[in-house]
């Protein structure tokens, strides 16, 4: 099955810093998401981003599908910026499997 | 936000019980699914559904059965719990083909 990898697997920043995560992804995919879990475990959609650039405040992200990556841009991050980021791929092929990396832990220091 | 409300929220159960998870939605989506999160693992699929009755294996299915008798319910049991399942499980829901996915709170399962 498709391989999903998130990198770095932890990322400690003093706040107002910046910081990328990438999602790289072993074939071709129909949907890209990222998401962020916040410390009290919910889900919460960043972008729903299957090729091109978008932006929302402070968050960015470009998915370049023909070479199977996406990145996730965090400028001037704050201390709720904290918790666990996922991207997640939906499958080619009909079988509708929406497939999780393992996920970026970030922890924003005052 | 996306009306999926899972129930129980938690749940403490012994060993060799069956539990039964629930995953209700509001949103007439197609497409539901159940995944497992575990320090280490991140997400893994346990069962999906891509409509009434119609379900499909994830990587982490054996101990696990679903079942979608309607749109809005998606069920996940397991027939005898054991302590490696105790995980926090999440819902999920999609529309149509390349659609959004959307998760609901959790419920955090105490097998002991």
């Known amino acids: 099955g498709i391989q999903v990898e998130q990198s770095p697997p932890d990322l400690i920043l003093q706040e107002g810093a910046n910081s990328t995560l990438r999602c790289n992804f072993s074939d071709s995919v129909n949907n890209l998401q990222w998401f962020h879990q916040n410390p009290w475990g919910q889900l919460i959609n960043l972008f729903y981003i299957p090729s091109g650039t978008k932006q929302n405040g402070r968050l960015s992200a470009t998915t370049v599908a023909t070479e199977r990556y996406s990145l996730l841009y965090i400028s001037s991050s704050q201390t709720t910026d904290s918790g666990v980021y996922f991207c997640?791929?939906?499958?080619?092929?009909?079988?509708?499997?929406?497939?999780f990396g393992k996920g970026t832990k970030l922890t924003v220091n005052p | 936000d996306a009306g999926i409300t899972q129930s129980p929220r938690h749940k403490v159960t012994e060993t060799g019980t069956p539990v039964t998870l629930r995953c209700h939605q509001t949103e007439n989506h197609r497409y539901m699914y159940w995944y497992r999160q575990d320090p280490g693992h991140g997400l893994r699929l346990i069962h999906y559904?891509?409509?009434?009755?119609?379900?499909d294996k994830g990587e982490v299915s054996d101990g696990y059965s679903v079942s979608r008798s309607k749109t809005e319910d998606f069920l996940l049991t397991l027939e005898s719990a054991t302590s490696s399942q105790t995980s926090v499980y999440f819902c999920?829901?999609?529309?149509?083909?390349?659609?959004?996915?959307?998760f609901g709170q959790g419920t955090r399962l105490t097998v002991v």
């Open positions: 999920a829901i999609r529309g149509t083909a390349f659609a959004e996915a959307f």
């Open positions: 997640a791929v939906l499958t080619q092929g009909g079988s509708e499997k929406l497939v």
């Open positions: 559904s891509y409509g009434v009755k119609d379900t």
